[in-house]
């Protein structure tokens, strides 16, 4: 059961390139979350999906969009990535909007 | 503005117990989780409260005062393990989680 998987585990991308993380879930639940998690501040939202063809701005949405096309993928797009994106990457999900998260394995980037 | 607080490290002994303590400021209150984070993992779901009292899982126990805007995680028979990163997290009146910063728990032998 391989529950939420994230791609790619870590990059280092150059100032202004594009760049896509990709997050799929396997246990069928509707809501879908991307968080960001720097030091020392908590994990702050930037994107969810309640349900498949919907999608929220969160806390810190600026820079980022979503789409969720069907229930399985959640992929987070950086239209022109910016140094204050370096960030650790979560993707969760949980069976309804009021559930636990269930966490990915986060994707390190770091934007030079 | 939502603010949830906790302290920023906290260290312990190997066999004892530890509370880590979480208050928090939110338009609405729809429940308050606690997470573990090992460095470098994902957070993984340790306990819910939604009514007031303790909760307890083994050697875990969390315990909500909905008045008060407080909770604990109390952490028994610490091993080393536990050294982790323990996260608060309270859902607003929107059903929108609100992270605490967390709480760096260091087990020392």
């Known amino acids: 059961i391989a529950g939420i998987t994230q791609a790619p585990t870590s990059q280092i991308l150059a100032a202004g390139r594009r760049m896509t993380l990709r997050c799929t879930q396997d246990?069928?639940?509707?809501?879908m979350y991307w968080y960001r998690q720097d030091l020392g501040l908590g994990l702050r939202l930037i994107h969810y999906s309640n349900t498949a063809g919907t999608t929220g701005k969160g806390e810190v949405p600026d820079g980022y969009s979503v789409s969720r096309a069907n229930t399985d993928d959640f992929p987070l797009t950086l239209a022109s990535a910016v140094p204050s994106q370096t960030s650790v990457y979560f993707c969760?999900?949980?069976?309804?909007?009021?559930?636990?998260?269930?966490f990915g394995e986060g994707s390190r980037l770091t934007v030079l | 503005g939502q603010n949830i607080d906790q302290p920023t490290e906290m260290t312990a002994t190997e066999g004892a117990i530890v509370q880590i303590n979480c208050t928090y400021q939110?338009?609405?209150?729809?429940?308050l989780f606690w997470y573990q984070q090992h460095a470098g993992e994902a957070p993984t779901f340790l306990s819910y409260n939604v009514l007031d009292g303790l909760e307890e899982k083994g050697r875990f126990s969390s315990f909500l005062s909905r008045s008060k805007g407080y909770s604990y995680l109390l952490l028994k028979e610490l091993q080393m393990k536990d050294s982790a990163s323990y996260l608060c997290?309270?859902?607003?009146?929107?059903?929108?989680?609100?992270w605490g910063a967390g709480t760096k728990l260091i087990i020392k032998p």
């Open positions: 969760a999900s949980s069976k309804t909007n009021t559930g636990e998260l269930f």
């Open positions: 997290a309270v859902r607003d009146s929107n059903y929108q989680l609100i």
């Open positions: 246990m069928r639940h509707n809501a």
């Open positions: 939110t338009s609405g209150f729809n429940g």
